[in-house]
């Protein structure tokens, strides 16, 4: 079954502590990204990586942090610098093509609660 | 930066009645994508469009591109309640490498 594994679905944490979310696929993307999604409002762009061993920030990096060591995985982490950190999280991966973009896919979500 | 405005933010409509969602760019996009979420689930790809004034239609959908490929709208037919859910608009750009999604219509139907 090919698609993108979130874990886990809900995640509550204390203020101050950090926490990484999970995020696998097997579709063979080059491209993975992760969103923020708040009550009523779109998704905003956290990070997003093309390539092994390459990430760039997107609109809203500042208290998120990302690796990509293999091709399949693109764990982020959530640190303490991170003000407002109890929202929707929802990973995604695509084909990339240097002028155009597929669709991307989306894994099912973690909910994070910071209390 | 790129930014892209969606409106309305919420529509309620009879079932059976119609449903439109329009969607604005500042720039001009290479293309534009249009997801759908339900209620509690993830962004589901519905299509894509890339050529200057392009239409294309799902059953009931009617999605348009604009010839200034800077908007796009989408159009239900005789709404069901299973087109309940948050329907987003993304666009891409060439510059930005990256896709700005507006921030939703939430579109109820009422049975």
């Known amino acids: 079954d090919g698609g993108i594994t979130q874990s886990p679905k809900y995640l509550f944490r204390k203020e101050g502590q950090n926490v990484t979310l999970s995020c696998e696929q097997n579709l063979n993307h080059d491209a993975m990204y992760w969103y923020r999604q708040d009550p009523g409002q779109g998704l905003r762009l956290i990070y997003y990586?093309?390539?092994?061993?390459?990430?760039q920030k997107g609109d809203i990096a500042e208290g998120y942090s990302v690796s990509r060591e293999k091709k399949e995985s693109f764990p982020l982490t959530v640190t303490s610098a991170q003000k407002n950190p109890t929202a929707f999280y929802l990973c995604a991966s695509s084909v990339l093509l240097a002028a155009s973009i597929y669709e991307q896919y989306f894994g099912p979500g973690t909910r994070l609660t910071v209390t | 930066g790129q930014q892209v405005m969606q409106i309305p933010q919420y529509q309620h409509v009879q079932e059976g009645e119609d449903f439109t969602t329009y969607c604005n760019s500042s720039t001009t996009l290479s293309n534009i994508q249009w997801y759908k979420q339900r209620p509690g689930g993830h962004p589901v790809f519905l299509i894509q469009?890339?050529?200057?004034?392009e239409v294309k239609k799902q059953k009931r959908l009617t999605f348009q591109f604009g010839e200034a490929k800077k908007n796009s709208s989408l159009h239900i037919t005789a709404t069901q309640t299973t087109d309940v859910g948050t329907y987003f608009c993304a666009g891409y750009s060439g510059s930005a490498r990256q896709l700005t999604f507006g921030s939703g219509t939430q579109l109820t139907v009422l049975p």
């Open positions: 469009l890339v050529k200057s004034g």
């Open positions: 990586s093309q390539i092994v061993n390459d990430f």
